[in-house]
């Protein structure tokens, strides 16, 4: 794993075609934007986890992950 120390306002570059820019730190938070093509996919790894569980109900999606 790279670990990386950056300031609000600054950036990292992952290739030619992603940015991510560090948008706020907070006390317990970082908020981060992300400039990337369209078709690539972007998650939180939370989802991640939870759509490879199966699902209890009939497909419908949980509500915590629609609102996240």
């Known amino acids: 794993m790279l670990v990386l120390s950056r300031k609000s306002g600054e950036k990292i570059r992952i290739g030619d075609d992603v940015a991510i820019t560090v948008v706020r ?28 569980q199966p699902r209890k109900d009939s497909g419908m999606q949980d509500a915590s992950a629609i609102a996240g």
């Open 25 to 52: 730190i907070g006390p317990n938070t970082v908020r981060l934007g992300i400039e990337a093509p369209r078709d690539m996919s972007i998650l939180r790894e939370e989802l991640c986890e939870t759509e490879a």
